[in-house]
């Protein structure tokens, strides 16, 4: 079992920055690859990022190449969503995901065991 509570969401003015954390209990992180989903209001979840659980290897949603950089520091049982140049459209829910680390670099959200709560992220323009 994988607890994860996710931080860092707040508001933001267009082109600003924000890192979410997403912390992780339990035993054996590195075991696991982690994602980052997102969910604006009247649409459907999507993927965002995703690590290795080594953190050498990583995905992202094309129109966020560039902008955001995930990473993790399995020391920390921690992983990160680093956000830069922030849009309007990047409103949402922020939801950080567990899955194991054989299903690989998955964009879809089944494949993800555990969820945290979510975290808002509010872009103005």
């Known amino acids: 079992q994988v607890q994860l509570v996710e931080s860092g969401g707040g508001s933001v003015q267009a082109g600003g920055s924000l890192r979410l954390s997403c912390a992780a209990s339990?035993?054996?992180?590195?075991?696991?690859?982690m994602g980052w989903f997102r969910q604006a209001i009247g649409k459907q979840r999507e993927f965002v990022s995703t690590i290795s659980g080594s953190g050498q290897s990583a995905r992202y949603l094309d129109s966020e190449k560039g902008r955001f950089t995930i990473s993790r520091d399995n020391a920390k049982n921690t992983v990160y969503l680093q956000m830069n140049s922030l849009k309007p459209e990047d409103t949402a829910v922020y939801y950080c995901?567990?899955?194991?680390?054989?299903?690989?670099?998955?964009?879809?959200?089944?494949?993800?065991?555990?969820w945290g709560q979510g975290t808002q992220v509010t872009v103005s323009s």
């Open positions: 339990g035993r054996s992180f590195s075991t696991y690859t």
């Open positions: 995901a567990a899955a194991p680390v054989g299903r690989g670099l998955q964009i879809g959200a089944t494949f993800y065991d555990y």
